[in-house]
């Protein structure tokens, strides 16, 4: 079931378009900010609300890479792998928090806390190397940031 | 391909060619012969240049000697084009589409139900691509379980997106899908679960590889080189889609689609491809049988026994009545009708069924109207259903109202440049604009999506509707017929878009048993043609054969049971038909009373054959040849795909038999097929144009018949010798030129003597293609079958009258009307285990309000009483059905007959 | 030199206000074009201005603005939508337009929704740009309130409303017509073209789409004139560029230069050339779809015309710089994976062909591969070129692989012949 304010905000989106079906996306993304990631049942809910079928709101949510259909941890971390991070380097950077947070990519540790993710680059090439938590950016990366930033988010 | 205006010139590896210029180069290319490799383009689906393997050359002039590559299905034809399809570097490139898309394929043609007739493999042979150079894992993929009829191997797709656009673009089905991107398209349900749409059986044809199979051929499988094939028609509902019927061992083991142009066209509905299973059925009758007047109990006889015991004067006598059927063919009901005489002859169908069968037939006989071919039917641009459930009643008609619901935004793109084929960019366009299709039923129906209006309502109202269309047409502002301003209102905005449409369609049928919604759908006809429209019409009926019986003379069910009452009958010859099915049992029970000795010919047991005296094992549509008239009273032919080795035989030869044996084999009746149809023809002048419908039976290819077996068939000296060593005879088919060999000549054959398609390099179902004129157009020669009513224009006609009392419903009582499914109200579809996996039990609609009334929850079993006939059903509670009203569902599998629209009431248990 | 696009922008401090966007001359186009201009007039000027799309393709403008048929049912809007999806690898140059100067978009794209006659306009924002999406959120925010947009704008009865859509993550939503499937909602697949987006776009509305830097020209080109574009750029194309460089370079960055400056003064002044311990052996000029150029083009002029010239394309003009210290089959293996995991999966030669090539390279890169390698990699790079594949995005994937394998083969078989990486 979806909440109030869930169902709020996606007839919110539902205004601006033509027909409900367009707000697909928006309605993904407004469940996975309430809940963390998109649930078989989650889907269902969006297609009821929407009109249209759970085949029609899966095909849409298993094709985007920033919806996530399995369960993820309070934190998402996402490295960016893209080349102007690999010539600055993620690869070690990557293995430093793998390390530190016993799981590589598509993990997520054990108290639940940070899902460890890749991602394609983030447009901050320039200050290479680069990766988000959550919503927040990180640039020019070194061990202590890293050492701090996983401190930071709990 | 015939030269025609607007034609346009182009050149083909130095050939020249006249093209069509509104098709596309694939098509252009196949129609005239040139094999093209291709996966994502089908006819009926338009282009969407995804599978990038029907790659040509395109040069700019003839200076340009380079070219560049294009996908010719993307490419329109125009005058002067300059294309290669031979140019190494293009067929290098399509080599390499193939390569890649065998990267991940499984290679598992041994055990592939595909295999054989798999598009996949046509294409890697026709590409030439041989050897693997890809050296790394495969990607696999995990399958579903999608109900009974369909199997599912993702990991031989090769992403052609064919599946879902058919299932969803085509027939507007919802719960299949492509899922995920890349190389990790994924193409099936959200979750597991029974593909719901009503077609998609389709998806075994339309998928190239063996991702999508036929279920119930996986549990007798067989492969395609190994099968008897016939040409057929399907005899689960009015329409007569066109299929093959394939068999080996003696029993049946698919029925795919068979192409006609006028007809289905390349589909065919799931109630026709996997109702076929009752022909296997253990309850088959396969021997003649008699009852013992000891045991009380059937007894299996000889041929020659059984004419001995049949009194030659109970044949002779005068009371002698005979019923036939209208899921019998024609020549099995002018048999009969020739055995016991005109004046015996009645049509085994409720009085009901036979008063407004006998509407349409007439109306059809003597008006003149442009009765709509399924082909036609989907170039309507205005449409209005009157009545009919057509997705339960008649699914294909259905299918192509989805299609001509597509006309109208058709044309804008048209205006805008975008050719037709070229279909993402038209659905694009359209977005959901649809043609204006105006759907009046009793309930929903899975058709309502393409519908500018939905009129869910009781069945005054859809006829009171219907009545006010034609004042508006006749521009009779006065006499509602609904009384209510907002009906009034729609029927005047349907009658104008009626009156303003090019090609305008109506459609009603008989299923809803409401003779006023009939004669509105007629009078709406009718007063069409008085402004001078182009109007189409179709009408639904409940058999594969009602039309034919229907033009047969003969007198309804009913008339028996009033004229006999006192009357004793010596003999009464039921022709493949349950009784019980026809009329409450009561009067059923009544008859077989009164009648001395009871003959039935039928294929499976049922209550009426449980009656018999004397029990004939008629043969199906797949063990005979036969004519059957659809409901646009188009005649279609079926031949045998199991040769004759049981006592089976037509029941028009049964029944030969016995007018022989009548008059002491003075006559020799009908040796063939021809021979009934001869007489046919002298006896009933309708039927006069049948003579010269399809090849006699002595007709001949180059000297040869016509194989029904692929020239690779296997076993045939060893397939019996685990009953006998020696090469058993070939079965013979003196009534049609089909040969029960695999010798014999198949190239070209009449379009109505298809049994299977092949030709050299095409071993799928595309091979199709070579039998047709052109892409999506006729078949070679004609499309089979011959329209017995021809159209013509200036007859004039009177409106038929308007009568439509509201029936009289008490307190506590409901109006009951009747709910078809596509899944068990078809009495022989509904014994295939696949089909009955699909049906539901006996159910009643209710509305809200009236579930409340009468205090009945969802899904709660529930006594419904009609005319004394008590019914345990469930109750569904279903918004669209009008409080007041509800619908049952009918003719379910041991449902009694209940003779509805009626009232009913309610006992809770 | 002028700088028109980000002269107000200073790197490191907030985006420009509406007060001192307006300080600066913000708007005032609005004015002329409401006042004075037809709109036919504004896609004229733009037409004669020749400014290319900064997008990556480099078509021009006007062009595209003029095939909106002008006329014709109006009962449903046409459609403007910027593409400011920006997942090119190594690309970053819409984000500091964004994040710096969102009114400069604001106001570009008011003028240019009035040329194509769009009554609703859409920025679709790539989805990891936060910051940006907060800037323009409150932007649009202020231009609604001033009466830029919405209805009867500053009282000329045209009417805009304009929509941030945050992108759910995909490369390919930046084909522009991928974007419009996405931005109706559904799976971003590119569209058949013909019919162009002009005529058949958003709801299968006339609809232009554009890059944000292309946007953010416009209000300068109605406030100063076609000639005065046309004689920012060293070479006759017209406009400056935001050009961007990263890698392993002293001062990686964003500036906007004229068009038409050379590789080397980029590398050499702008970013000040390599790090101290790297040389340079070469760079891809345009994002990780262009081929790479090496030394011996270090003197290419910087503009669409000479960099396709060089074998190369301009693309998004930001350069990702190869150095010796960086395997070239690891860079071109990475740039590979992008492509092959970003494929929407249409179109065989793209789907099947760029995980083939992944893996090889992989295979290489860890010293499993072989020889033949070489030529199914050279054969595949031809496979999903230009005009096999039915969008832009295999053949963007084709161009990183056959110019490394070029430039760089000894490298390749390198790898192969020692089976191991000579950079680890
Ligand atoms: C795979 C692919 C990705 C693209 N991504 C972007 C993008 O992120 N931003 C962009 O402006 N153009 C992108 N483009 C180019 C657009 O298709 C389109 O040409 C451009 O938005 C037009 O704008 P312009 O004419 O202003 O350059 C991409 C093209 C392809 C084939
Ligand atoms: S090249 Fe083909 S598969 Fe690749 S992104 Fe474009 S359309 Fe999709
Ligand atoms: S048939 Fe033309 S691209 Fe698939």
Known sequence: MLAEEEIKEINEEIKQYPYPAVACIDALKIVQKHRGWVSDESVKDIAQLLGISNEEVDGVATFYSRIYRKPVGRN???????????????????????????????????????????????????????????????????????????ERYK | MSLEVNMVKIRIDGKYFEAKPEKNLLETCLSIGIDIPHFCFHPALGSVGACRL?????????????????????????????????????????????????????????????????????????????????????????????????????????????????????????????FASRNHVYFGRHEDGTLENEFSGNLVEVCPTGVFTDKTLKKHFTRKWDLTNAPSVCVHCSV??????????????????????????????????????????????????????????????????????????????????????????????????????????????????????????????HSGALIASLKQIEKADAILVLGEDLTNTAPMIALAIRQAARNVPNQEAKKKGIQLWNDAPVRELAQDSKSPVFIATLFKDSLDDVAEVTFHSSSEDIAN??????????????????????????????????????????????????????????????????????????????????????????????????????????????????????????????????????????????????????????????????????????????????????????????????????????????????????????????????????????????????????????GRTAINANISVSEAKLPQDPDSPLAFSMEGQNENPPSSMVPFYWTPGWNSVQAMYNYLDELDGRMKGGDPGLRLFEQSTGSKRDSLEYNNQKSEVRKNELKIVPVYQIFGSEELSAVSPSIIERIHEPFVFLNPKDSEFFHLSDEESVILEILNIKLNVKVKIENSIVPGQAGLSVNLPGMPYVDIPGTGKFHKL | MERPLTQNIIPGSAALSLDDYRKNGGYKSLGIVFKKMAPAEITNLVKASNLLGRGGAGFPTGVKWSLVPLEGDRSKPNYLVCNADEMEPGTFKDRYLLEGNPHQLIEGMIISAYAIQAEKAYIFLRWAY??????????????????????????????????????????????????????????????????????????????????????????????????????????PTGGTKLFGVSGKVKNPGTWELPLGITVRELLEEHAGGMLPGHKFRGALPGGASTDFLVEEHLDVKMDFSTVAAAGSRMGTGTMIVLDDKTCPVAFVHNVERFFALESCGWCTPCREGLPWVEKMLESIEEGTGKMEYLDLLKFNAKYFGPGNTFCAHAPGAAEPLQSGLKYFYDDFVKHITDKKCPWR
């Open chain 2, 465 to 714: 509707l219907g009545f006010d269309i034609v004042s508006g047409l006749n521009n009779i502002t006065t006499d509602s017929k609904t009384g209510k301003k907002d009906h009034q209102e729609l029927a005047g905005k349907i009658a104008q878009i009626l009156k303003n449409a090019k090609n305008p369609l109506i459609i009603s049928g008989i299923s809803s048993g409401d003779k006023a919604i009939l004669h509105a759908a007629i009078n709406i006809v009718t007063s069409l043609e008085s402004v001078g429209s182009g109007v189409m019409m179709s009408m639904v009926l409940p058999d594969c054969n009602s039309m034919g019986l229907a033009l047969l003379p003969g007198k309804s069910f009913q008339d028996l049971f009033i004229l006999e009452e006192s009357h004793r009958i010596d003999a009464l010859i039921v022709l493949e038909n349950d009784l019980y099915r026809r009329a409450d049992e009561e009067s059923v029970n009544k008859l077989f009373e009164k009648c001395d000795r009871v003959v039935v010919l039928d294929q499976l047991m049922n209550k009426t054959t449980q009656k018999a005296d004397i029990l004939l094992p008629a043969a199906t549509f797949a063990e005979s040849e036969g004519t059957i008239v659809n409901n646009e009273g188009r005649a279609q032919r079926f031949y045998k795909a199991v040769g004759n080795k049981t006592q089976v035989q037509e029941s028009w030869r049964w029944i030969g038999e016995l007018i022989s044996n009548r008059d002491n084999n003075q006559t020799d009746k009908w040796n063939l097929l021809d021979d009934i149809t001869e007489s046919m023809a002298i006896e009933l002048p309708l039927f006069s144009k049948l003579r010269k419908y399809s090849p006699d039976a002595d007709f001949r290819m180059l000297n040869m018949k016509m194989p029904r077996q692929t020239i690779r068939y296997s």
């Open chain 2, 54 to 178: 029907c790659a040509v050359k395109k040069f700019r002039d003839k200076d340009d000697t380079k070219g560049r590559i294009v996908m010719s299905c993307m490419e329109p034809v125009t005058e002067g084009l300059m294309i290669s399809v031979e140019d190494p570097e293009v067929k290098a490139f399509r080599t390499s589409v193939l390569e890649s898309l065998m990267t991940n394929h499984p290679h598992d043609c041994p055990v592939c139900d595909e295999g054989g007739e798999c598009h996949l493999q046509d294409m890697t042979v026709m590409t030439g691509h041989n050897y693997r150079r890809y050296d790394f894992p495969k990607r696999t993929y995990n399958n579903q379980e999608l109900g009974p009829f369909i199997n599912h191997e993702m990991n031989r797709c090769i992403q052609c997106y064919r599946c879902v656009r058919f299932y969803r673009d085509y027939a507007g089905g919802k719960d299949l899908n492509v």
């Open chain 3, 130 to 235: 936060k910051k940006a999406e907060e800037i323009l959120r409150k932007a649009i925010d202020e231009a609604y309130k001033a009466g830029y947009l919405g209805k009867n704008v500053l009282g000329s009865g045209f009417n805009l409303d304009l929509y941030v859509h945050s992108s759910a993550g995909r490369y390919i939503c930046g084909e522009e017509t991928a974007l419009l499937n996405s931005l109706e909602g559904k799976r971003a697949l590119p569209r058949t073209k013909p019919p162009f987006p002009a005529i058949s776009g958003l709801f299968g509305r006339p609809t232009v789409v554009n890059n944000v830097e292309t946007l953010s020209w416009i209000s300068h080109i109605v406030r100063n004139g076609s000639d005065w574009f046309k004689g920012l750029s060293l070479t």
């Open chain 1, 76 to 150: 998402v971390i996402l490295v960016c792998d893209s080349v102007s991070c690999m010539i600055m380097g993620y690869e070690s950077l990557y293995e430093y928090i793998s390390k530190k947070l016993g799981i590589a990519f598509g993990g997520t540790s054990t108290d639940g806390r940070f899902t460890l993710l890749p991602i394609s680059c983030l447009g901050d090439c320039d200050n290479a190397p680069a990766m988000m938590i959550n919503n927040d950016h990180f640039n020019r990366l070194t061990a202590d940031i890293i050492d701090e930033l996983l």
């Open chain 2, 240 to 365: 007569g889609c066109n299929t093959i019927v394939s068999e080996r061992y003696g029993s049946i083991r698919r029925i795919m689609s068979r192409y006609n142009g006028a007809v289905n066209g390349y589909f065919i509905c799931d109630r026709g491809r996997f109702g076929y299973e009752f022909l296997n059925d253990e309850k088959r009758i396969k021997s003649v049988q008699i009852r013992s007047k000891k045991a009380d109990s059937l007894q299996i006889i000889e041929n020659e026994q059984l004419f001995t015991s049949l009194n030659n004067s109970e044949l002779n006598s005068k009371k002698i009545v005979g019923i036939g059927s209208p899921r019998a063919s024609l020549e099995s009901n002018f048999a009969l009708m020739s055995l016991v005489g005109k004046e015996n002859f009645y049509h085994g169908i409720s009085e009901r069924e036979y008063s407004l069968t006998k509407t349409i037939s007439g109306f059809f006989q």
